[in-house]
């Protein structure tokens, strides 16, 4: 995949990250079991990519352990293998809601966004945010990427 | 690109934003230019793409207003554009945070990540998390979405 694969890049969490769910149907796939979606064959007709595509795509989803699969087998029916989300694919929430609030604000329709996501209990708006460890609102520009090693020297002063 | 586009997609923030940022060299060249690259040397070297492919995806970035390029020209010297991160850049940082963060989790290597973000004066470890607009934590499994119209009659309740 890589033509040049670079020492440098060996260890950054966004490439391995992205060696995972780096393309667009992947994540799209996770959106639709996140939405509630659970078949191949919901999965096709909503996203409407090829069927090899979708299937490579799952394979690879349940063996990163980000799906799990659930097969029902009812006597004398085909066996119809259902789809959830694991810790590991939750864990990945914050990251589409990220990609999600990005498209609202820059990339959506002139009539604006279709859908919104809220707290299904509380009704508000909730997206992804950047906050310290110790729940406040950081600004972008105040962020800067260090070393583990500087960063526990940091810790330790 | 998309082998069936299909009319339930097309309204799909999530979809159109991975349409701009859905590669794994975009979001790469990215973090770059947010950790102090600038140069198309620089993303080279510390990348290792191929050259055609890094410069496809900077034209498209730019064109995207997600960078911007200053052109420095010295007399006799050759111009060499400089990518600098636009405000709609910056706003792909909770996207990017969260690819970084679920990386750090579940993909680093065995001995840790090798760099942490950090607000830069308060020295404390920052990630994306998900927050309702009040700023109150959210659990993923209470994140529901509804259509615009529904969203905004839960708010006229």
Redesign the interface.
Known sequence: M?????P?????????????????WT??IL?EV??GSSRFSDFE??????RNLLAARLRMLVKEGILATETSRKPGSRSRPKYEITP?G????????????????????PE???????????????????????????Q?????????PA?RM??A?
């Open positions: 890589d033509p040049r694969p670079d440098d890049m060996s260890n950054c969490s966004i490439a391995r990250t992205l060696e995972v769910v780096g393309g667009k994540i799209l959106c996140w939405y007709r909503v996203l409407g990519c090829s590991k939750v864990d990945l929430v914050p990251a589409v809601m990220g990609l999600l609030r990005w498209g609202d604000r820059c990339r959506a329709d604006g966004p279709a859908g919104l996501s809220r707290h299904r209990g509380w009704g508000v708006h909730v997206d992804a945010q950047i906050r310290c460890a110790r729940g406040r609102a950081v972008a520009e105040d962020i800067e990427s260090v070393p583990v960063f940091g810790l002063e």
